[in-house]
């Protein structure tokens, strides 16, 4: 059983068409707007509703910022690689997936959902070892998205890659000395897009599977940005080259 928490997390599970969550728990004295709406699309659901002391939710939810809501729900189900592919925006003329090598936060990680939900990505590939999974933290830190994004875990990232390949995707990593300025990159066709971890980077073996190697220029006294915030960059650049197109 996985608990998902928070007013937007519950909220957008119950709205959508794959919605997991079976049993909601609100603290007494909780109200809103935000909760009326999940209250109503609970009932339309036949979704059980219990009001406990707030203690309670803090500890189903380990102390997390539940806002006085938690949902019990089915583990997340994980898609596959062909789950990923098939999900293509209709507004784009190619594809797009973010493949992630070493995310172990599950707050970077819902964060780096959201960003490529929002650009447009076909989905979110991620390892099944040395990496964060989704959970409850996760999903609420994606702020529902993950309800909407495919998410494939894979046993071998580098030869997912080279799967990608054979199905018509460029793969490009990330590598702030030897890149290539974002700026000047023509991304045209289906696109891999690789972030590694912020303390390692790429493994070499799948950084040896990049087809090129991008950087993003910075004037600041130290050379480094957090991972979703390259990505959401870079991600955005590569919208914005698909939409031109």
């Keep these: 059983m996985q608990v998902i928490f928070g007013i937007n997390p519950v909220l957008e599970d119950l709205k959508s068409r794959t919605g997991r969550i079976n049993r909601i728990v609100v603290a007494r004295g909780r109200g809103g707007e935000g909760l009326h709406k999940i209250l109503d ?10 009001f406990r002391e707030r203690s309670y939710l803090d ?16 583990p997340f189900a994980y898609a596959t690689v062909d789950d990923v592919i098939a999900n293509r925006n209709p507004g784009l003329k190619h594809d797009l997936i973010l493949l992630l090598d070493g995310i172990t936060d599950p707050q970077n990680l819902g964060t780096l959902i959201r960003t490529a939900h929002c650009c447009g990505a076909n989905g979110v590939i991620i390892p099944r070892d040395r990496s964060a999974s989704v959970t409850g933290s996760t999903i609420k830190t994606s702020a529902g998205t993950a309800d909407y994004t495919p998410i494939a875990r894979v046993v071998n990232l580098a030869g997912t890659i080279d799967y990608l390949k054979g199905r018509g995707f460029w793969i ?74």
């Design 41 to 50: 699309l609970a009932e339309k659901k036949a979704i059980r509703i219990e």
């Design 59 to 74: 500890r189903e939810s380990g102390k997390a910022l539940h806002q006085g809501v938690i949902g019990f729900c089915k």
């Design 172 to 245: 490009y990593g990330t590598d702030p000395v030897s890149g290539k300025d974002i700026s000047s990159v023509d991304f045209s066709g289906h696109v891999g897009l690789v972030m590694g971890s912020e303390g390692r980077g790429m493994r070499q073996l799948v950084r040896k599977q990049c087809d090129f190697l991008l950087s993003i220029p910075m004037v600041g006294r130290i050379d480094s940005l957090n991972v979703s915030v390259a990505a959401g960059i870079i991600l955005y650049e590569i919208l914005r080259a698909f939409r031109k197109a």
